[in-house]
Protein backbone atom coordinates (compact mmCIF):
# COMPACT_ATOMS: atom_id res chain seq x y z
CA UNK A 1 0.00 0.00 0.00
CA UNK A 2 1.71 3.23 -0.97
CA UNK A 3 1.48 6.34 0.72
CA UNK A 4 -1.51 8.85 -0.39
CA UNK A 5 -0.04 12.05 1.87
CA UNK A 6 1.33 13.84 -1.47
CA UNK A 7 -1.64 14.11 -3.55
CA UNK A 8 -4.62 13.94 -1.41
CA UNK A 9 -5.71 16.54 0.52
CA UNK A 10 -5.95 15.31 4.59
CA UNK A 11 -9.97 14.82 5.03
CA UNK A 12 -10.13 12.95 1.70
CA UNK A 13 -7.32 11.18 2.57
CA UNK A 14 -9.02 10.04 5.91
CA UNK A 15 -11.91 9.00 4.38
CA UNK A 16 -10.15 7.12 1.77
CA UNK A 17 -8.17 5.10 4.69
CA UNK A 18 -11.38 4.40 6.94
CA UNK A 19 -12.77 2.58 3.95
CA UNK A 20 -9.96 1.23 2.80
CA UNK A 21 -10.14 -0.54 6.58
CA UNK A 22 -13.56 -1.42 6.80
CA UNK A 23 -13.50 -3.10 3.79
CA UNK A 24 -10.04 -5.12 4.91
CA UNK A 25 -11.33 -5.36 8.56
CA UNK A 26 -14.53 -7.42 6.95
CA UNK A 27 -12.05 -9.94 5.31
CA UNK A 28 -10.38 -10.13 8.30
CA UNK A 29 -13.59 -10.91 10.35
CA UNK A 30 -14.67 -13.62 8.08
CA UNK A 31 -11.72 -15.41 8.60
CA UNK A 32 -11.67 -14.78 12.01
CA UNK A 33 -14.63 -16.00 12.58
CA UNK A 34 -13.65 -19.77 11.54
CA UNK A 35 -11.02 -19.53 14.73
CA UNK A 36 -13.36 -18.20 16.77
CA UNK A 37 -16.65 -20.78 15.84
CA UNK A 38 -13.44 -23.81 16.30
CA UNK A 39 -11.90 -22.89 19.81
CA UNK A 40 -15.29 -21.86 21.16
CA UNK A 41 -16.66 -25.30 20.62
CA UNK A 42 -13.77 -27.54 21.47
CA UNK A 43 -10.95 -25.25 21.99
CA UNK A 44 -8.57 -26.05 19.34
CA UNK A 45 -6.87 -23.45 17.69
CA UNK A 46 -7.11 -24.46 14.04
CA UNK A 47 -3.50 -23.08 12.87
CA UNK A 48 -5.24 -25.12 9.28
CA UNK A 49 -7.39 -22.45 8.61
CA UNK A 50 -5.05 -19.73 6.92
CA UNK A 51 -4.40 -22.44 4.51
CA UNK A 52 -7.79 -23.98 3.59
CA UNK A 53 -8.49 -19.94 2.73
CA UNK A 54 -5.64 -20.59 0.45
CA UNK A 55 -7.29 -23.01 -1.37
CA UNK A 56 -10.53 -21.42 -1.56
CA UNK A 57 -8.36 -19.01 -3.26
CA UNK A 58 -6.59 -21.04 -5.70
CA UNK A 59 -10.07 -22.49 -6.56
CA UNK A 60 -11.71 -19.21 -7.11
CA UNK A 61 -8.81 -18.86 -9.98
CA UNK A 62 -8.61 -21.92 -11.42
CA UNK A 63 -12.98 -21.79 -11.70
CA UNK A 64 -12.32 -18.70 -13.39
CA UNK A 65 -9.35 -20.31 -15.49
CA UNK A 66 -11.77 -22.71 -16.54
CA UNK A 67 -14.82 -20.44 -17.41
CA UNK A 68 -12.03 -17.76 -19.66
CA UNK A 69 -11.43 -21.29 -21.71
CA UNK A 70 -14.94 -21.79 -22.42
CA UNK A 71 -16.45 -18.86 -22.91
CA UNK A 72 -13.47 -16.56 -24.18
CA UNK A 73 -12.87 -13.09 -22.68
CA UNK A 74 -14.89 -12.06 -19.40
CA UNK A 75 -15.63 -8.49 -18.79
CA UNK A 76 -18.05 -7.00 -15.90
CA UNK A 77 -21.56 -7.72 -16.69
CA UNK A 78 -24.05 -10.45 -17.01
CA UNK A 79 -21.38 -13.30 -17.78
CA UNK A 80 -19.28 -12.10 -14.98
CA UNK A 81 -22.01 -11.73 -11.99
CA UNK A 82 -23.06 -15.50 -13.42
CA UNK A 83 -19.31 -16.53 -12.71
CA UNK A 84 -19.12 -14.33 -9.41
CA UNK A 85 -22.53 -16.49 -8.27
CA UNK A 86 -20.99 -19.57 -9.26
CA UNK A 87 -18.15 -19.05 -6.87
CA UNK A 88 -19.96 -17.69 -4.15
CA UNK A 89 -21.80 -21.33 -3.87
CA UNK A 90 -19.07 -23.61 -5.18
CA UNK A 91 -15.69 -22.89 -3.35
CA UNK A 92 -17.21 -22.17 0.09
CA UNK A 93 -19.10 -25.65 -0.14
CA UNK A 94 -15.66 -27.04 -0.93
CA UNK A 95 -14.10 -25.51 1.69
CA UNK A 96 -16.59 -26.87 4.17
CA UNK A 97 -16.75 -30.43 2.88
CA UNK A 98 -12.77 -29.88 3.17
CA UNK A 99 -12.90 -28.66 6.64
CA UNK A 100 -15.25 -31.29 7.78
CA UNK A 101 -12.33 -33.64 6.05
CA UNK A 102 -9.86 -32.65 8.13
CA UNK A 103 -11.82 -32.94 11.24
CA UNK A 104 -13.04 -36.12 10.68
CA UNK A 105 -9.42 -37.79 9.85
CA UNK A 106 -7.10 -35.75 12.03
CA UNK A 107 -8.57 -33.73 15.11
CA UNK A 108 -11.84 -36.30 15.97
CA UNK A 109 -9.41 -38.96 17.16
CA UNK A 110 -7.73 -36.80 19.53
CA UNK A 111 -10.63 -35.47 20.88
CA UNK A 112 -9.65 -36.53 24.65
CA UNK A 113 -5.36 -36.21 23.68
CA UNK A 114 -3.67 -33.79 26.10
CA UNK A 115 -4.19 -30.22 24.18
CA UNK A 116 -0.66 -30.11 23.13
CA UNK A 117 -1.58 -32.68 20.22
CA UNK A 118 -4.80 -31.83 18.47
CA UNK A 119 -2.42 -28.46 18.35
CA UNK A 120 0.58 -29.65 16.87
CA UNK A 121 -1.77 -32.05 14.47
CA UNK A 122 -3.16 -28.33 13.16
CA UNK A 123 0.23 -27.56 12.23
CA UNK A 124 0.65 -30.35 10.63
CA UNK A 125 -2.06 -30.39 8.74
CA UNK A 126 -1.22 -26.13 7.73
CA UNK A 127 1.64 -27.45 6.33
CA UNK A 128 0.26 -30.28 4.28
CA UNK A 129 -2.34 -27.58 2.78
CA UNK A 130 0.41 -25.43 2.31
CA UNK A 131 2.09 -28.11 -0.10
CA UNK A 132 -0.70 -28.51 -1.85
CA UNK A 133 -1.33 -24.93 -2.63
CA UNK A 134 2.33 -24.96 -3.76
CA UNK A 135 1.09 -27.29 -6.58
CA UNK A 136 -1.49 -26.00 -7.35
CA UNK A 137 -0.95 -22.86 -7.90
CA UNK A 138 3.19 -22.70 -8.26
CA UNK A 139 5.66 -20.81 -6.53
CA UNK A 140 5.05 -17.69 -9.19
CA UNK A 141 1.90 -15.73 -7.91
CA UNK A 142 -0.83 -15.90 -10.06
CA UNK A 143 -3.10 -12.95 -11.17
CA UNK A 144 -6.42 -13.20 -11.74
CA UNK A 145 -6.82 -10.28 -13.83
CA UNK A 146 -4.94 -11.84 -16.14
CA UNK A 147 -7.27 -14.24 -16.73
CA UNK A 148 -10.98 -12.83 -16.29
CA UNK A 149 -12.41 -8.94 -14.82
CA UNK A 150 -15.12 -10.05 -12.89
CA UNK A 151 -15.12 -6.84 -10.85
CA UNK A 152 -15.17 -3.56 -12.79
CA UNK A 153 -12.59 -0.88 -11.50
CA UNK A 154 -14.95 1.65 -11.56
CA UNK A 155 -16.60 3.91 -8.90
CA UNK A 156 -19.86 2.32 -7.05
CA UNK A 157 -20.69 5.25 -5.05
CA UNK A 158 -19.15 8.34 -4.68
CA UNK A 159 -19.35 11.25 -1.94
CA UNK A 160 -17.08 14.13 -0.78
CA UNK A 161 -14.13 13.22 -3.20
CA UNK A 162 -14.51 9.65 -1.59
CA UNK A 163 -15.18 6.88 -4.02
CA UNK A 164 -16.34 3.11 -2.86
CA UNK A 165 -14.90 0.87 -5.60
CA UNK A 166 -17.13 -1.60 -7.05
CA UNK A 167 -14.73 -4.11 -5.49
CA UNK A 168 -15.16 -2.99 -2.31
CA UNK A 169 -19.19 -3.11 -2.78
CA UNK A 170 -18.65 -6.66 -3.76
CA UNK A 171 -16.63 -7.35 -0.61
CA UNK A 172 -19.21 -5.17 1.87
CA UNK A 173 -22.06 -6.60 0.20
CA UNK A 174 -20.66 -10.45 0.74
CA UNK A 175 -19.60 -10.21 3.90
CA UNK A 176 -22.17 -8.40 6.23
CA UNK A 177 -25.09 -10.19 5.22
CA UNK A 178 -23.35 -13.32 6.25
CA UNK A 179 -22.17 -11.91 9.72
CA UNK A 180 -25.48 -10.78 9.99
CA UNK A 181 -26.90 -14.62 8.88
CA UNK A 182 -24.60 -16.39 11.08
CA UNK A 183 -25.26 -14.52 14.45
CA UNK A 184 -29.06 -15.37 13.78
CA UNK A 185 -27.87 -18.71 13.47
CA UNK A 186 -26.04 -19.12 16.28
CA UNK A 187 -28.69 -17.11 18.52
CA UNK A 188 -31.74 -17.69 17.58
CA UNK A 189 -31.57 -21.59 15.53
CA UNK A 190 -31.80 -25.17 17.02
CA UNK A 191 -28.28 -25.59 15.81
CA UNK A 192 -27.45 -22.36 17.70
CA UNK A 193 -28.36 -23.26 20.43
CA UNK A 194 -26.71 -26.74 20.67
CA UNK A 195 -23.68 -24.98 19.19
CA UNK A 196 -23.96 -22.83 22.66
CA UNK A 197 -24.50 -25.73 24.93
CA UNK A 198 -21.88 -27.77 23.93
CA UNK A 199 -19.48 -24.74 24.09
CA UNK A 200 -20.57 -24.02 27.60
CA UNK A 201 -20.16 -28.01 29.17
CA UNK A 202 -19.61 -30.33 26.43
CA UNK A 203 -20.41 -33.23 28.98
CA UNK A 204 -23.61 -31.51 30.18
CA UNK A 205 -24.65 -31.20 26.49
CA UNK A 206 -23.93 -34.77 25.94
CA UNK A 207 -26.25 -35.67 28.95
CA UNK A 208 -28.80 -33.64 27.67
CA UNK A 209 -28.94 -35.48 24.24
CA UNK A 210 -27.20 -33.13 22.00
CA UNK A 211 -25.24 -34.74 19.57
CA UNK A 212 -21.79 -33.58 20.06
CA UNK A 213 -19.71 -34.80 17.47
CA UNK A 214 -22.61 -33.51 14.51
CA UNK A 215 -22.45 -30.32 16.33
CA UNK A 216 -18.70 -30.53 16.23
CA UNK A 217 -18.77 -31.27 12.54
CA UNK A 218 -21.91 -28.36 11.83
CA UNK A 219 -18.89 -26.17 13.58
CA UNK A 220 -16.30 -27.33 11.18
CA UNK A 221 -18.43 -26.85 8.40
CA UNK A 222 -19.40 -23.34 9.15
CA UNK A 223 -15.84 -22.21 10.03
CA UNK A 224 -14.72 -24.01 6.02
CA UNK A 225 -17.67 -22.27 4.50
CA UNK A 226 -16.53 -19.04 5.85
CA UNK A 227 -13.22 -19.30 5.06
CA UNK A 228 -14.12 -20.11 0.94
CA UNK A 229 -16.34 -17.19 1.27
CA UNK A 230 -13.85 -15.23 2.13
CA UNK A 231 -11.31 -16.90 -0.54
CA UNK A 232 -13.42 -15.41 -3.09
CA UNK A 233 -14.19 -12.17 -2.13
CA UNK A 234 -10.68 -11.57 -1.43
CA UNK A 235 -9.43 -12.93 -5.06
CA UNK A 236 -11.67 -10.75 -6.30
CA UNK A 237 -10.46 -7.61 -4.68
CA UNK A 238 -6.66 -8.91 -4.63
CA UNK A 239 -6.75 -10.20 -8.01
CA UNK A 240 -3.52 -11.75 -6.84
CA UNK A 241 -3.16 -15.20 -5.11
CA UNK A 242 0.17 -17.13 -3.96
CA UNK A 243 0.38 -20.83 -2.32
CA UNK A 244 2.03 -18.51 1.24
CA UNK A 245 -1.13 -16.03 1.21
CA UNK A 246 -2.98 -18.21 4.21
CA UNK A 247 0.19 -17.78 6.38
CA UNK A 248 -0.05 -13.92 6.32
CA UNK A 249 -4.10 -13.16 6.33
CA UNK A 250 -4.58 -16.52 8.59
CA UNK A 251 -1.85 -14.95 11.02
CA UNK A 252 -3.97 -11.44 10.78
CA UNK A 253 -7.19 -13.59 11.49
CA UNK A 254 -6.17 -14.96 14.14
CA UNK A 255 -4.65 -12.15 15.94
CA UNK A 256 -7.90 -10.06 14.72
CA UNK A 257 -9.77 -12.91 16.72
CA UNK A 258 -7.30 -13.14 19.90
CA UNK A 259 -8.13 -9.25 20.08
CA UNK A 260 -11.60 -9.56 20.01
CA UNK A 261 -11.53 -12.92 22.64
CA UNK A 262 -11.33 -16.36 20.88
CA UNK A 263 -14.10 -18.11 21.15
CA UNK A 264 -16.53 -14.85 20.96
CA UNK A 265 -18.30 -14.21 17.81
CA UNK A 266 -18.82 -10.69 18.03
CA UNK A 267 -15.23 -10.39 19.29
CA UNK A 268 -13.88 -12.15 16.22
CA UNK A 269 -15.84 -8.98 13.89
CA UNK A 270 -14.65 -6.21 16.29
CA UNK A 271 -11.30 -7.57 16.20
CA UNK A 272 -11.52 -7.89 12.57
CA UNK A 273 -12.44 -4.53 12.04
CA UNK A 274 -9.59 -3.06 14.81
CA UNK A 275 -6.74 -4.60 12.33
CA UNK A 276 -8.16 -3.83 9.42
CA UNK A 277 -7.95 -0.07 10.37
CA UNK A 278 -4.75 -0.50 12.20
CA UNK A 279 -3.70 -2.19 8.37
CA UNK A 280 -5.28 0.81 6.60
CA UNK A 281 -3.98 3.58 8.57
CA UNK A 282 -0.56 2.39 9.15
CA UNK A 283 -0.02 1.71 5.58
CA UNK A 284 -1.37 5.14 4.21
CA UNK A 285 0.39 6.74 6.91
CA UNK A 286 4.04 5.06 7.29
CA UNK A 287 3.95 3.36 3.17
CA UNK A 288 3.35 0.26 4.45
CA UNK A 289 6.99 0.09 6.50
CA UNK A 290 5.04 -0.73 9.92
CA UNK A 291 1.71 -2.40 9.30
CA UNK A 292 2.99 -5.51 11.35
CA UNK A 293 4.75 -3.87 13.82
CA UNK A 294 1.66 -1.90 14.60
CA UNK A 295 -0.82 -4.57 14.38
CA UNK A 296 1.07 -7.16 16.54
CA UNK A 297 1.98 -3.96 18.51
CA UNK A 298 -1.06 -3.43 19.49
CA UNK A 299 -1.76 -6.87 20.23
CA UNK A 300 1.30 -6.93 22.94
CA UNK A 301 -0.30 -3.89 24.88
CA UNK A 302 -4.05 -5.33 24.58
CA UNK A 303 -3.12 -9.05 25.62
CA UNK A 304 -0.99 -7.20 29.16
CA UNK A 305 -4.01 -5.11 29.98
CA UNK A 306 -6.77 -7.41 28.76
CA UNK A 307 -5.96 -10.80 28.08
CA UNK A 308 -9.01 -12.35 27.60
CA UNK A 309 -9.58 -9.92 24.31
CA UNK A 310 -12.17 -6.97 23.79
CA UNK A 311 -14.98 -9.30 24.14
CA UNK A 312 -13.42 -12.39 25.94
CA UNK A 313 -14.92 -14.25 29.24
CA UNK A 314 -12.84 -15.05 31.61
CA UNK A 315 -15.69 -18.26 32.93
CA UNK A 316 -13.62 -20.48 30.74
CA UNK A 317 -9.58 -22.07 30.76
CA UNK A 318 -8.14 -20.55 27.81
CA UNK A 319 -5.16 -22.75 26.01
Given at each position: MHSLLADTPGSILFWELFLNGLVMGALFALIALGYSLVYGIIELVNFAHGDLFMLGSALTYSLTAMAVSSFGAITPGGMSLAIIVGLLIVVPLFCAVVNVIIDRVVYRPLRRAPRLVPLVSALGVSFVLVNIGQLWIGTSPLSLENKAQLVSDGTAIEAGGVALKWKDAVVLLTVVPVMIGL?????????????????????????????????????????????????????????????????????????????????????????????????????????????????????????????????GSRSREKV
Open positions: TWLVKFTRLGKAMRATAQNLVAAQLMGISVERVIASTFFLGGYLAGLAAVVYTLKIGRIEYQMGFQNGLYAFTAAVVGGIGNIPGAVLGGLLLGFIYSFGGGYSQGNWIDALIFGVLIVLLIFRPTGLL
